[in-house]
């Protein structure tokens, strides 16, 4: 699953200054605060409170101001000093309603803002809980990472926040590599060297660290002659944004490189010119985005005060790249109610007997749960996928005789990905009617 939800380069059609907003403090007299976050389809979900109710958040460096869009399971929420505002984002060719409210307490443990800034999104598309598989209802972005030191350790799934850093940067500087940050916009960008092939040259890239993209590598070809399509790549399926599905290429570059950490074989997507126009236009030099994929590979230190990223190797930093081979993309859609039968009283099922002395086995209850429903939303062209009949908008009954709701998405999206040479049968429901597909997953890139 690639995710970037093409809102978080949104801009507002109205200016907006904030005068009193101090940020987050520490609530407590503690030297650090730890958060612990799930870590899905190399996206952060962290949990907070916003104005005495708990929801999920992704944390996203690739974001100024902290957006809400998704509260249809939550309690109601109070928000003051609301102003309706216009709002025009990628993709999306007209500007539609929202509204930013102030004075909003925001908290994550310890971690408190009072006065904290919100962009209230009411149009339906901007949702991506179905694309993460949980429930998101909102964005973080540069308010949390801007007044503290921030260590981001993907290894123990713990984000750590230091009321003084000063001591815990000595310690940095002498383990850790150094790289400069370069904040715009409430944005942190970088500078590695890529290399697109063998016989190419290394070449600087400016990149947005964007932890709000899944992806390892976006690079964008309108804004480079540097930037080529690698030799081994795919025509594929790299996200969706407001106007709809973004399509690229999708392929392998000899090499990644920030400061003295070296990555191989690493896995770019170079979107179409088309929909990448919009992008940062203010950042005239900006060149693609860091995701994920690539920032799981390190433990990260953000400090923003200091223009500074600190990066050491993390346990998966030599993991290989890999790579979606089945052809197909599934999308969580809503849930279902699911009758599921379990033992009443499992230790009294194996002392029943009926009037012939016969034991009795059938102690089983029943109970009806809520599932999620999975469906198929892209199948790639000239895949295994397309090739053995399976469709977009199929919805996935069974995967390997088992039953898809028992899966999550991440579940899923690691099965698409597990081995070369691996068959998956699926059973997918197709307007009423079942079908059952055997997918060989195959290695293009």
Known sequence: MKLKLFLLTCFLSIPFFVFSQDGFQFENNKKKIVIPFKLVNNLIIISANVNDV??????????????????????QIVFSDLQKIKIKGFGKKEAFDGYKSINNRFKIKDFVDKNHVIYLILDQDVNISSKVGVPVNGILGYHFFKNHLVKIDYDTKKITLYKNKEKQIVKLEKSFSKSILTLQDGKPYINPMVKISESDSLFEANLLIDTGNSDAVWLFKNKSDKVTIPKNSIRDYLGRGFNGDVYGYRGRINSFQIENLLLKETIIAIPDSTDTKDIDESTLNRLGSIGGEIMKRFQVYFDYATNALYLKKSNSFDEPFNF????????????????????NNPAMSNNLFDGNGNKVSNNLRYKFELKPVYIITSVRENSNAEEVGVKKDDIIVKINKNEAYNYSLQDINELLMSEEGKSLEIVVDRKGRFYTFKIKLKRII
Do not use: K
């Open 54 to 75: 708990p929801l999920n958040f992704l944390l996203d460096t690739g974001v100024e101001e902290s957006i809400l869009f998704s509260l249809e399971e939550t309690e």
């Open 324 to 343: 979606n081979m089945s052809g197909i993309e599934v999308q969580h859609q809503g849930l279902q109610w699911v009758q599921e039968s379990f033992e």
